[in-house]
Structures are given as C-alpha cells and as structure tokens.
C-alpha cells in the first residue's frame, strides 16, 4: 500500500485543496490481488491499486465519454507470425502505471483515503490532475478465470457427440435453479475473446455454444467446459462466402501496409477460397441473379483483383484449414488443419 502511494505522489497525480461549492468528492478504495506466475517459474505475487469509485461519475458533469484503446487482434497475429517465421525472441512489457502518463481535462475531485489523511489537511480533497484506475475516463478490462486445471484434455474443441438444441434448455424447477448458479454466460465471453484474439479453431465451438445464452441447459454447460479443456493443452452460401473473401481481401491490404511499416518485405497477395463459385464471381463483372442483391461494398473485391493487388486462388477442400472455424471434425481431420497452420500443442 505505501508503494502505491509512493508511486502516486512521484507521478503528481492530485493536489490537495478545499473542496468548491457545489461540487462531490469521489470516493476511492484499496483492491487487493493475488497474481500466479508459472508454476516452477514466478512466485506468487500479491498487489494492490488504489482504485477511484468512478460508478458515482455523472455524464457531462465530470466526464464526457468512454474510451477504450484495444489493439487490432490482427496486429497480435501478425507480429506473433513474424516472429515464429524469423526465429525471434519475443518479450512481454507490462506498464504499471499506464494511466499515470496523461493530464485530465476535467476537475475530478476524490476524498482522501482512510489511513493516508495529510496532516493538519484533513478537510481537503485531492483534485486529481491524471486519471486513476476506476474512472470513466480510465479504460477498464474485466478479466474472467475458470477453474479446469483438474479437468481431463481433450483433443478437439467439440466432440461430435454434442447434440445441440434449445430442447436441452432447462424443464424443471432443480435444473432451472441450477444453471442460474453457472457462470454460462461469461465462460463463453470469454471464449469469444480467446476466439477472436489467437483460437481461430475455436470458432466454430463457439458459434455452437453461443446460440443458447438466453437459457443454457446442463448438456450446453457440458459442451462449454469441453471447450475450456480443449484450451488447455454457419452453413456456406455463395452470398456468405462472397462476402468473407471481401473481408479477407481487406484483411489482407490492411496487412501488407503494417509489414510495410514494420519494414518487413513480406508479401501477402493471395487469397485462397475453397468455391468455385465465389472465384467466379469475384472475376465476373455480370452478377448472377441470385447475387445481385448482395451490398455493393462487397464489390470493390472486383478492382483490387483487376489491379493486381490481390490474386483469388482456388484451395484443395482437403487442405484448407479454415474446415475447423466452420464444422464439427474428426481427431485425424482437426489435428491435419493445426499442422497446416502450424499449431502444435
């Protein structure tokens, strides 16, 4: 707790002053927490943050907005990607006082805090001049675990044995009240996260599970925590696809600019598409019948391929990986798509 204030007052983050007419003075508390390293490795490390009650903030009175800087997950692959190909070593910084390097533009006052009153000052407030944790102004990140270590691995993110359906929702009284104690909801944010960030072959686990959040039964539950022990170790149409290979496309031209101004001399100009129907049409200037009700922005894909910027090229159904993202596989099946993406567990 000293460290913290310490570290507080080197970062001029308030003054002390008599608190204006008419204005509230937040009040502020001590989170305490315990952080595990790896095992063999970091030794348990206990931490503590003086954190602003900033609930009690009202809208245009002492803050305008909310703002939360997160970083393209895209870039997170790409750099991860880069450094497997190249044999980096990569190092993880982590900013103790991140919030600490920028002023306030509003006047928020906070209460002093119990045991840390200034002598003689106890009738003043601090007039915060940097933002601290809590506040509207500050970005917040809730982080969830769950308890799987005794849980036995799995191979695959969901077995084929898992029957889906809104009929397994809850019937009785017993069930009803049981599933209201399981945290369904947030396990599968979660994993919605995982999925988006670094678990690609997660998504379609996940699109399964999601379905029922509304009212998760106990067969739902099972299937969540076989993904959870899986993470230890939409049904194709021409317009669904249409529309993915545009995204990529865009992907990949967003990607070609960050190796750019990594100065990495990487080229990505082809995407691989596994129809040949949408190969077609993303070459063909004379839409279909069925496809010209498709969003026109979808169709810029037709001059990036006339340009040059971008090659579609048709893929083997048996080698493309992308088969764990959309359908439920076979042990032999999944673990060929992790080889061809180079995952290893």
Not at 138 to 157: E, G
Request: charged share 25%; net charge positive; proline share 3%.
């Amino acid at each position: 707790m000293q460290e913290e204030i310490e570290s507080l007052h080197k970062n001029k983050t308030r003054g002390l002053v008599k608190l204006p007419k008419g204005k509230k003075a937040i009040r502020c508390k001590w989170v305490f927490k315990k952080k595990k390293g790896t095992p063999g490795v970091e030794e348990l490390i206990y931490k503590v943050r003086l954190v602003v009650k900033g609930y009690s903030q009202i809208i245009s009175v002492n803050f305008a907005d909310v703002f939360s800087p997160v970083v393209k997950h895209s870039s997170i692959r790409a750099l991860l990607s880069i450094v497997v190909m190249h044999d980096l070593e990569l190092e993880q910084l982590d900013v103790k006082t991140i919030f600490l390097n920028v002023e306030l533009d509003e006047d928020i006052y906070m209460q002093q805090l119990d045991g840390f009153t200034a002598t003689e000052k106890e009738d003043y407030v601090c007039l915060l001049k940097k933002p601290l944790y809590g506040l509207k102004q500050s970005p917040r990140q809730w982080y969830k675990r769950f308890n799987m270590q005794s849980a036995k691995l799995v191979s695959t993110p969901l077995a084929t044995h898992f029957k889906h359906s809104s009929a397994l929702s809850p019937q009785s009284d017993d069930v009803i009240e049981y599933m209201s104690h399981v945290a369904y909801s947030s396990a599968v944010g979660s994993l919605m996260y995982s999925m988006v960030c670094s678990h690609l072959d997660l998504s379609y686990a996940v699109s399964a599970v999601s379905r029922y959040m509304a009212n998760p039964g106990k067969e739902h539950w099972k299937a969540v925590q076989w993904i959870l022990r899986y993470l230890r170790v939409a049904l194709s149409t021409t317009e669904a696809e249409y529309i993915v290979i545009t995204k990529a496309c865009k992907e990949a031209i967003w990607l070609k600019g960050l190796f750019s101004e990594l100065n990495k001399d990487l080229q990505i100009s082809t995407v691989f598409c596994d129809s040949q129907n949408v190969i077609f049409l993303t070459k063909d200037q004379m839409f279909h019948e069925k496809t010209k009700h498709i969003d026109v922005r979808y169709h810029f894909v037709h001059n990036i391929i006339a340009r040059g910027d971008i090659v579609v090229s048709k893929i083997n159904t048996h080698e493309n990986p992308t088969d764990v993202m959309t359908k439920s596989l076979l042990i032999t099946k999944f673990e060929h798509c992790l080889d061809l993406v180079g995952v290893h567990y």
